[in-house]
C-alpha cells in the first residue's frame, strides 16, 4: 500500500512561509460542477483572479491519493480532464488510501487548508440543513468544518435549495460567525439578498481580516463566515417559482433514493434547465466575486500584524 501524503505546491509553501496572501479554492467545482473543457477554464480563471490581485492561489485536490495544497497547471489539467471522486471529510481517507483522484468538498477544503495554515478559502456556496421532514438528520459536513477550523470563508451564502433559517440555526449552535458583506441580511446565492439578518455586518476587506485576528485572539474555533451578495441575481419571486417546480415531485425523489448530497445536485441541475442556464450563469459570476474579495482579504492579513490590531 502507498503511504498516504500531503504536499504543499512550491508557490504555495513559499507564500506562506513569507506571510503573503494565499487563496484556497474547492475542486469540486472542476470534477463535478462543470462539464469539459468549461471546468478547467474556470479552474485557470479563478486562480489568475487571484494572482491578478496580488495573491498566491490555492487549488486543493486529490490526486493518485496524494492530498496536493496547490494544484500545479498540470494537475488542475489532469484533475479536470478525468474521471474523479467527491471527497468530504468521511470518505477523504479511503479515497486517498486507495490512491483515487478527487475533487475536494467546502468541508475537506477546509480542513486541508487549516492544516497547513491558509487563512483564506473562496468558495460558491456553503452547504446546510436539507429541507423536508427526515428521522434522520440531513445536513452537510461543511457546518462542522466551518465550527472546526479558524479561518474566513467567503461564500455567497448556502446553496439555494437548502433549508436557509435551520441552517443558520446550526451556524450559531456551532458558533460559527455570519457576516454579511456590506449588507445587513444573508446573501441568497442566486438571490443578492434574503430576509434573513446576519449577526454582524463588515464593510471591507480590512474590517474582515481584523475579525479574524479578534478570534485568533480569543481562541473562538470557528471559521468566520462572509457572505457577500452577488452582483446581479434573480429575484426571489423568480428562484420562488423555480424552485416550487425543481421540487414539485418529493415523494418521486425519495422513491428513487435521493437525499442530501445527491438531492442537491440534482436540483441545481433542475434549477439551470428551468431558468434556461442563468442560475448557472449566476453561479459563476459570484464565485469570481468572492473569489476576487477573498483576494483582498488575504492581502489585507499579510499586512504587518500590528496593523491590524
Given at each position: 500500500m502507498t503511504p498516504v501524503t500531503v504536499r504543499i505546491h512550491p508557490p504555495v509553501e513559499a507564500a506562506l512561509k513569507r506571510g503573503g496572501p494565499v487563496v484556497a479554492l474547492e475542486s469540486t467545482v472542476i470534477t463535478h460542477g462543470l462539464?469539459?473543457?468549461?471546468?478547467?477554464?474556470?479552474?485557470?480563471?479563478?486562480?489568475?483572479?487571484?494572482?491578478?490581485?496580488?495573491?498566491?492561489?490555492?487549488?486543493?485536490?486529490?490526486?493518485?491519493?496524494?492530498?496536493?495544497?496547490?494544484?500545479?497547471?498540470?494537475?488542475?489539467?489532469?484533475?479536470?480532464?478525468?474521471?474523479?471522486?467527491?471527497?468530504?471529510?468521511?470518505?477523504?481517507?479511503?479515497?486517498?488510501?486507495?490512491?483515487?483522484?478527487?475533487?475536494?468538498?467546502?468541508?475537506?477544503?477546509?480542513?486541508?487548508?487549516?492544516?497547513?495554515?491558509?487563512?483564506?478559502?473562496?468558495?460558491?456556496?456553503?452547504?446546510?440543513?436539507?429541507p423536508g421532514r427526515s428521522e434522520v438528520i440531513d445536513e452537510s459536513a461543511d457546518l462542522h468544518a466551518l465550527a472546526s477550523h479558524r479561518l474566513v470563508v467567503v461564500c455567497?451564502?448556502?446553496?439555494?435549495?437548502?433549508?436557509?433559517p435551520a441552517t443558520l440555526e446550526r451556524l450559531e449552535t456551532l458558533g460559527v460567525p455570519v457576516i454579511g458583506y456590506q449588507t445587513d441580511f444573508l446573501a441568497g446565492f442566486y438571490v443578492p439578498e434574503t430576509r434573513y439578518p446576519v449577526a454582524a455586518r463588515l464593510d471591507s476587506p480590512e474590517a474582515i481580516a481584523q475579525a479574524l485576528t479578534a478570534q485568533e485572539a480569543l481562541q473562538l474555533p470557528a471559521a468566520l463566515l462572509v457572505a457577500k451578495p452577488v452582483s446581479e441575481g434573480l429575484t426571489a419571486q423568480q428562484l420562488e417559482v423555480w424552485l416550487a417546480q425543481a421540487q414539485r415531485s418529493p415523494a418521486s425523489i425519495r422513491r428513487i433514493g435521493m437525499h442530501g448530497k445527491d438531492l442537491t445536485p440534482y436540483l441545481l441541475a433542475r434549477l439551470a434547465e428551468l431558468s434556461a442556464g442563468r442560475t448557472v450563469a449566476i453561479n459563476l459570476r459570484l464565485l469570481k466575486e468572492n473569489v476576487m474579495l477573498a483576494t483582498e482579504i488575504a492581502g489585507a492579513l499579510a499586512k504587518p500584524r500590528r496593523a491590524l490590531c
Open positions: 462539464p469539459r473543457p468549461e471546468n478547467l477554464r474556470l479552474a485557470q480563471e479563478l486562480e489568475e483572479l487571484v494572482r491578478a490581485g496580488g495573491g498566491v492561489p490555492a487549488t486543493i485536490g486529490v490526486l493518485k491519493g496524494e492530498l496536493v495544497i496547490g494544484l500545479s497547471a498540470g494537475e488542475l489539467a489532469e484533475l479536470a480532464n478525468r474521471p474523479a471522486h467527491k471527497a468530504s471529510l468521511w470518505n477523504l481517507a479511503a479515497l486517498a488510501a486507495a490512491g483515487h483522484n478527487a475533487g475536494t468538498t467546502v468541508a475537506t477544503t477546509l480542513h486541508a487548508a487549516a492544516m497547513v495554515g491558509i487563512k483564506v478559502f473562496a468558495t460558491g456556496g456553503i452547504g446546510g440543513v436539507h455567497a451564502g448556502a446553496k439555494s435549495i437548502l433549508n436557509i
